[in-house]
């Protein structure tokens, strides 16, 4: 991993401490001047014409995010956040009164609420994966959830926003496939930080998000879709002009690739913006961008345990590059205090995010950090000694 270019291509950087990639992280300088250049573009020529003219590069999209989970190009299409990548996966699944659908208790809080308002408006049930006591998913439990009801959906967290456990989505996804459940995998956070590929996480739709560790820009995303549910002709609740065409006064028919479940209209210049955000992670390569998170990780997760009055909140087996906790007597104000002198850039997670974790963890905040391979050592070992300030 060549780190001085990596630095080179972080604009004024400076001094501060950038450890929030699970919120919105720095995109490298080469993504903002793709953005630029091509509104400029539109500006002069107009958006049809320059995504005529543009048509090649623009399709390196698809490449680009086909080659980072190990899928075709055809599987692949844009999506505006994750969250409405989800919202798409979600209202493709005929659901009605009874239907179950299987979750984990750290879902994402728009997951939840997508379960909820489909349960007040057609009863739809939603039953959560109980977890161990160590944070980990109780598998059995799932087993169980998947004999007993009538299970329409799997839907589960890779890592959950507020805080830094990761899921064993890869058994969730073997189970799936045997028992030929529809599997909707959230690896919003996992994305970029961590090799996430289809080949030992199978599932039938994935969701990610442009602006966190893919380093893209914001109002971008993207959604996986696999052969089984487009050759099986799922498509979303309600349609646009790319996901279908109007063949008659009373008929219509279905694109073939993931389009079907994307947007007609994009946002080009961002699109260009997560591509080249994509491209950049693909040369430096997800494999030596997990190793060096790993290696920060584990010097900034060492560090706290040797802060007494310091109580981290990750659970689970395996962490990652979120990293929640709490000082004691400390409130957000204290932190906020310390952590502004120092220019640390940093998150507070609440417990609106995560109901159920929250109260079982019996706080209703923690600070969320989250760095990424840009970051060092020596930041970590600094963002310990700003923690002992506080
Ligand atoms: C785990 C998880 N899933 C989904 C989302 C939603 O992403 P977006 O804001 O792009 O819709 C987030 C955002 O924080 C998240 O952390």
Redesign the pocket.
Known sequence: MNHEKIHADLVDYGNKLFLNSAGASLMPRSVTEKITEYLHREERLGGYTVAEQQAEELAQFYEQAAHLIGCEKHNITFAH????AFMQALSSIPLSAKDVIITSEVD?T?NFLQFLSLHKKRGVVFKIIKSLPNGDLDLDHFRQLIDQYPVKLVAV?H???NSGMVQDVATIGEICAAENLIFLL?S??SIGQMDVKLKNIKCDFLTA?GRKFLRGPRGT?FLYVSDRILDQGYAPLLLDGGNATWTGNDTYELVDTAERFGNWEKPYAMLTGLTEALKYLNEIGIQQIEKQNKKIMHRLRNNLSSISSVTCYDLGTQTSNILTFRKKDKTPGDIKTVFSKHQVYYGISQKHQGQIDFNKKGVDWVVRLSPHYFNTEEEMDRMAEIIEEV
């Open positions: 956040s994750a969250s409405s994402y728009s967290t890592i959950p926003t959230d919003c956070q998000t995303g």
